[in-house]
C-alpha cells in the first residue's frame, strides 16, 4: 500500500507520515518503510512474502524524477512483456516502468495489467502523479486541505493528515442502509475518483491541488 503526504510546509511531512503509518499498519508482520523529499512525505506499506524479503527502493531517474511502486503486475505488453509477476518486484522492471511513464505519460501503462499503485515524483517541478490499476483492485483515497494533499490506500491514514475532515458522509451512509450498496468512503473529505483515473498534484505555495485527470 502506498500512502503520502504533499505539503505546503516541509516542516510537517515526516511526522504526517509517521502518523499516517500508524494508523495504516493493522499487524506486526507487516514492514512499513518512509522516505521525504522536502514537501513530499512517502510511505509503503506491505506484508513481505517471506522473512527474507525488504521492502523496494523506489527508483529514480538523473532527470528528478522518482518512482514508487507497491502490488505487482502480471502483463505489459506495449512494455516488452514479464517473464512472471515476480519480475515486477525487480529494480530492473520498474527502472523502465519510470522510463516508460517519463516519456510517454499514463497512455504507456494503459495496458498494464496487474494490482498495484505507482507514485511518480518530479523533484524539479514537485509534481507528483498517482497511478493504479485499471480495476482499482488496490484503491487510492485522496483528501486535500490548506495545508497539503493526502493520499493513502487507506481512508485512516488520509484522515491523519493535517485539516482533513472525518464529518461522516450523511449521504454515503443513508446508501449503504438504505439500498445495500456503499461508497469506499462514508468520511466526507477521502474520495476515491474514478475507476482508471490517473490523478496528477502539483504543490502550490499554500496549497495543494488536483490539478487534472489524466
Same mark, same amino acid.
Given at each position: 500500500m502506498?500512502?503520502?503526504?504533499?505539503?505546503?510546509?516541509?516542516?510537517?511531512?515526516?511526522?504526517?507520515?509517521?502518523?499516517? =503509518?500508524? =494508523?495504516?499498519?493493522?499487524?506486526?508482520?507487516?514492514?512499513?518503510?518512509?522516505?521525504?523529499?522536502?514537501?513530499?512525505?512517502?510511505? @509503503?506499506?506491505?506484508r513481505? &512474502?517471506?522473512?527474507?524479503?525488504?521492502?523496494?527502493?523506489?527508483?529514480?531517474?538523473?532527470?528528478?524524477?522518482?518512482?514508487?511502486?507497491?502490488?505487482?503486475?502480471?502483463?505489459?505488453?506495449?512494455?516488452?512483456?514479464?517473464?512472471? =509477476?515476480?519480475?515486477?518486484?525487480?529494480?530492473a522492471?520498474?527502472?523502465?516502468?519510470?522510463?516508460?511513464?517519463?516519456e510517454?505519460?499514463?497512455a504507456?501503462? =494503459?495496458? &498494464?495489467?496487474?494490482e498495484?499503485?505507482?507514485?511518480?515524483?518530479?523533484c524539479?517541478?514537485?509534481?507528483?502523479q498517482?497511478?493504479?490499476?485499471?480495476?482499482?483492485?488496490?484503491?487510492?483515497?485522496v483528501?486535500?486541505?490548506?495545508?497539503?494533499?493526502?493520499?493513502?490506500?487507506? @481512508?485512516?491514514? @488520509?484522515?491523519?493528515?493535517?485539516?482533513?475532515?472525518?464529518?461522516?458522509?450523511v449521504?454515503a451512509?443513508?446508501?449503504? @442502509?438504505?439500498?445495500?450498496?456503499?461508497r469506499?468512503?462514508?468520511?466526507?473529505?477521502?474520495?476515491?475518483?474514478?475507476?482508471?483515473?490517473r490523478?496528477?498534484?502539483?504543490?502550490?505555495?499554500?496549497?495543494?491541488?488536483?490539478?487534472?485527470?489524466?
Open positions: 502506498l500512502f503520502g503526504w504533499l505539503a505546503s510546509d516541509s516542516g510537517d511531512t515526516a511526522s504526517v507520515i509517521a502518523s499516517m =503509518a500508524a =494508523a495504516l499498519r493493522a499487524s506486526d508482520g507487516e514492514q512499513v518503510q518512509l522516505w521525504t523529499r522536502g514537501v513530499l512525505g512517502l510511505g @509503503v506499506l506491505e513481505p &512474502l517471506s522473512r527474507e524479503n525488504t521492502l523496494p527502493e523506489p527508483v529514480s531517474r538523473p532527470d528528478g524524477y522518482t518512482l514508487w511502486m507497491t502490488g505487482e503486475a502480471f502483463e505489459w505488453p506495449s512494455g516488452g512483456g514479464l517473464r512472471s =509477476a515476480a519480475d515486477s518486484g525487480t529494480a522492471f520498474r527502472s523502465r516502468l519510470l522510463d516508460a511513464i517519463v510517454g505519460g499514463a504507456a501503462i =494503459a495496458d &498494464l495489467d496487474g498495484y499503485q505507482i507514485a511518480l515524483w518530479n524539479r517541478s514537485r509534481t507528483l498517482l497511478f493504479n490499476d485499471r480495476f482499482g483492485a488496490l484503491p487510492l483515497y483528501a486535500s486541505s490548506t495545508a497539503g494533499c493526502a493520499f493513502a490506500g487507506g @481512508v485512516r491514514g @488520509v484522515l491523519m493528515a493535517p485539516g482533513i475532515s472525518a464529518e461522516p458522509d449521504d451512509i443513508r446508501e449503504a @442502509v438504505s439500498f445495500g450498496g456503499y469506499l468512503s462514508c468520511c466526507a473529505a477521502p474520495f476515491e475518483p474514478p475507476t482508471e483515473a490523478r496528477r498534484f502539483a504543490h502550490q505555495a499554500r496549497r495543494c491541488s488536483r490539478a487534472a485527470w489524466l
